[in-house]
């Protein structure tokens, strides 16, 4: 089922967008795109819409950083699901930690409004067209992204431990 | 009828002073703090696991009202002991000062386990790494999470300090810098 489902959602996504999918392969049993990070608002949208895909359902959305894949450090991954064929597939888009910015896919998904807030709290991920874009689970003042992985997971302030014994 | 002889039911002694023939003279501060340290009101203030052994505490078998601490306050206003346990979020902290600058004096402060004492496991971004970095606290019980009898312990050493404290304690500079270190009125 899931080798089909990569090639005819695959084989759609390719005429409607054309260049803006970038690859699609099958991760274990599922197929995954990446996509342009500009056009992730209407590929989601077209998924949603188009009667026969009719991905419905957002499972969820998580940001990603890979610090070592220059240029492209920075990433959305987005699950969805169509509920009536029990279909799932996974979208991907990779930016630049310089210009972390995608477009919101609230439009879509009024469920993603939350999530997206998550990722900007946590990534430092700019959601363009987002209505509500603030800090969700943080204190409103911290002044850094913490799951970045320049950052220690630590706390910062704590004096009294040594680094040697505590494997900071 | 009980089996327990009467002799051997303790209960609270009157403080040193001069005792007659149907006089007894003592000082305010000692009888003031004797009946305060065996009335305490304490505030459950309990986040997580800390806050369950606080629950065995005081149930039937430990038993905090023996200790004349039976009645929890759920309202800062009316309450005269805070006790913190669990682990408190950085989010959390505004919370827990609001809830500490809404009690009446005098108040104490019990910080319980490791958490609320120092953070404790959870050396990381989003927790408060110890409640003595925003309001002032009288008595920590280490532990993760402690037995309720250290809470008991702990419930004493706050009962010691009730006692022999001033009556007005905030009118002392010590307490008023104190609290001034905190920026707290």
Redesign the interface.
Known sequence: MDQSLLSTVGDKLKTQFGNGIISSEMIADFPVFIVNRDVIDEVVKFLYHDETLAFQYLTTLAGLHYPDNKGHELGVMYQLHNLQKNHRIRLKVFFSIQDPVVPSITSTFSGANWMERQEFDFYGIIFKGHPNLKRILNVDDMNYHPMRKEYPLEDATREDKDDRMFGR | MSKIEKSKIEVVSSPPGIEGPGFFATSIDKAVGMARANSLWPLPFATSCCGIEFMATMASTYDLGRFGAERLSFSPRQADLLMVMGTIA??M?PVLRQVYEQMAEPRWVLAMGACASS?GIF?????L?GIDRIIPVDVYIPGCPPRPEQVLDGIMQIQKLVETESIRRRDTPEYKQLLAKYNIE
């Open positions: 950085k989010k902290g953070g050396d990381t971004y989003s927790v790494q």
